[in-house]
């Protein structure tokens, strides 16, 4: 039920029309002046208004204005018995719905009265709809345009926040021209709902030029009694980074795998392996001892010893790669390290292969010092000068150099090295540089641009990677159109003297004097070769093939010392051998001897007392070492563990 509110001076006529307006259903109350009908105004919500042009206080047009203002949701008719062509044209301007004259036919008065009605709640729907609209436009996170045959005519703050624009800078626009590239716009599958149009990605430009991914969707509407469409933008920078981490940690997540499918392969055959290249090595050094100078075979022997040596730097890549530099760590000179490598066969391999290159060192005198495992160390300088040597290829310069550098701050580069004191190892060449795909993928075991046959396994540079990591050091690579820095940094030793390397000693040192020697390895070829040596070093050999015959050998029958190979199978392993042993001889010397063993094994027999490990294949000299060490007093510790 609709009610109406008369604004009129004569009581007759607003007796009338209130009699009239009853009796079509309408609840009316009926005001004598301007004054009278505000106050009414301010008690009861009303739907139209019947308004005298002339009052007594104040003017029709006046009160209809206000009303305007103040009630939107009330329809206005004025009535008037002096109708003028000024005075309608002033009503119509003040927002009123019609302009009667009296006296005015009743099925005339009650149509406008019934259409006023109407139309006013369909302006107020209408009004109220793009207020909601408009709400929900600004409430959402995403970017919300309206436009016809691409022509934008309403957006909301956050599509403006979005690209950087003002509203007013974007109305009237193309915005093919202005928001979207439209080269870039790709279908991303078939929309679920059959009004929706897209969901399409595209490259958003912002004002300042720059480009970002968005992804919008796309629906027909009707706006302001056309159809339109109206296109939701979505910033979708975020759902990038997180997809590129996501494929990142899934490549990363791979790699994982592989490596310890690769490292679970490669200590299980390492034990194996390296047993079989002890014969290559071991039996050549002997024979070599025993033969003259002028032996018409002893140049064969000698490359068959260092095939042998060279195939154990194979295995000894391959555990560094899957499982980490597990290695003996000493308080080392790098310059010492890399004067030695200069001087070595491998460099003058390299230097009569690419004759055109020089290798320039540059070692800073006052280089400080720091804990390292010369062979891993060595090894990762050698692939360093190798790898820049193949990048040149024909002629050009290699400079090795040696710094000595304070980070106060985190240096950003290929990794973030963290703020500390370090000895900086560089190797620079001017070769064609690195391209920024092999760049990301320069350190990883499976990726290699190495020529089967000819430039060796493919893993000197995930050597590298792991050998600084497992020294606690970081790398930073540098590399353009002419040429390429890699850069490793070792943390400073702040604990223990440099031993500078002394020659080879004469065998003759290292001599025995009959003492017991109780080998324990499960392969016997190993117990065969340990034997030969101990006998040619003037120990007295004895062998078992398990740790537990070692046990029931020392309970019966003391030894001076015992060698323990770490792995064995069937059985115990080479620590659980000798815990058993101490608890029937306190003190029993050993040394522990292994072609794979992982940190924590090795530190095990650290604790136990054991300070001796010899890495297989072993030379002659190795265990001579190795053996008067342990034998000599006092008994001190020659191996450190990082």
């Not at 002096?82 to 002033?90: I, Q």
């Not at 993928?441 to 990677?465: C, D, E, N």
Request: proline share 5%; glycine share 6%; hydrophobic share 40%.
């Amino acid at each position: 039920m609709h009610t109406v509110l008369i604004i009129d001076d004569e009581p007759r006529f607003s007796t009338s029309l209130e009699v009239l307006l009853k009796a079509e259903g309408y609840q009316v109350h009926v005001a004598y002046s301007g004054e009278s009908a505000f106050h009414l105004l301010r008690q009861h919500a009303f739907s139209a208004a019947l308004v005298d042009i002339n009052l007594p206080d104040i003017s029709g047009n006046l009160i209809a204005s206000r009303i305007g203002k103040e009630h939107p949701e009330t329809a206005v008719i004025i009535l008037t018995g002096n109708a003028t062509v000024d005075s309608a044209v002033e009503s119509l301007r003040q927002g009123v719905y019609d302009y009667l004259r009296k006296p005015c036919a009743p099925d005339r008065l009650l149509q406008t009265l019934a259409r006023g009605i109407q139309h006013k709640r369909l302006t107020m729907d209408l009004h109220n709809s793009e207020k909601r609209f408009r709400q929900l436009a600004q409430a959402t996170w995403e970017g919300i345009i309206i436009y016809d045959r691409g022509t934008l005519l309403q957006t909301n703050s956050q599509l403006c926040k979005m690209f950087g624009y003002a509203e007013t800078e974007l109305l009237g626009k193309q915005i093919f021209d202005v928001l979207l590239d439209r080269n870039t716009i790709r279908a991303l599958e078939f929309p679920a709902d059959p009004e929706t149009i897209g969901p399409f990605e595209a490259r958003g430009v912002k004002k300042d030029g720059t480009t970002f991914p968005v992804e919008f969707r796309v629906k027909h509407i009707d706006y302001q009694g056309r159809q339109v469409q109206v296109a939701a933008i979505r910033d979708v920078t975020d759902s990038e980074i997180a997809l590129k981490q996501k494929t990142s940690l899934m490549e990363k997540l791979a790699d994982a795998q592989r490596m310890e499918s690769l490292g679970l392969m490669a200590s299980s055959v390492a034990h194996d392996l390296n047993n079989i290249l002890a014969g290559i090595v071991t039996y050549p050094e002997l024979l070599l001892m025993d033969l003259g100078e002028e032996f018409k075979y002893r140049e064969e022997l000698l490359m068959i010893r260092e095939a042998g040596k060279r195939a154990a730097a194979v295995v000894n890549d391959l555990l560094t790669v899957a499982r980490g530099a597990t290695c003996k760590k000493e308080v080392q000179n790098v310059n010492d390290l890399i004067t030695g490598y200069l001087n070595s066969v491998e460099f003058r391999e390299i230097s009569q292969r690419y004759p055109q290159i020089k290798v320039t060192p540059y070692l800073e005198s006052a280089l400080h010092n720091i804990s390292c495992s010369t062979m891993h160390l060595t090894k990762s300088i050698m692939n360093l000068v190798n790898n820049a040597a193949e990048a040149i290829q024909a002629r050009g310069q290699i400079i090795l150099a040696t710094k000595n550098v304070q980070l106060t701050a985190p240096h950003h580069g290929y990794e973030t090295i963290e703020p500390g004191e370090y000895v900086m190892i560089s190797v620079e060449d001017d070769g064609p540089g690195i391209s920024p795909q092999d760049m990301r993928q320069i350190f990883s075991p499976f990726y290699s641009k190495k020529v089967m046959g000819r430039s060796g396994t493919g893993l000197g540079l995930a050597v590298v990677w792991n050998t600084i990591h497992d020294h606690g050091g970081f790398i930073d690579v540098i590399s353009s159109t002419t040429g390429s820095t890699f850069s490793l940094y070792f943390p400073v030793s702040k604990f223990g003297a440099y031993k500078p390397t002394q020659p080879t000693p004469v065998i003759s040192q290292y001599q025995g004097n009959g003492e017991r020697v109780l080998v324990v390895d499960d392969q016997k070829s190993q117990r065969e070769i340990a034997s030969r040596l101990l006998s040619r070093l003037g120990y007295q050999p004895l062998t078992v093939p398990s740790g537990e015959e070692a046990v029931e050998y020392i309970k019966k029958t003391p030894v001076d010392l015992v060698i323990l190979d770490m792995l064995m199978d069937p059985g115990i392993n080479g620590c659980e051998t000798y815990e058993q042993i101490l608890r029937h001889v306190p003190g029993q010397k050993a040394i522990i001897t292994s072609g794979y063993s992982n940190a924590e094994e090795i530190n095990r027999a650290m604790n136990l007392g054991i300070s001796q490990f010899v890495k297989k294949p072993y030379s002659l000299y190795e265990l001579a070492q190795a053996l008067k060490t342990e034998m000599a007093p006092p008994h001190s510790s020659m191996y450190s563990q990082k």
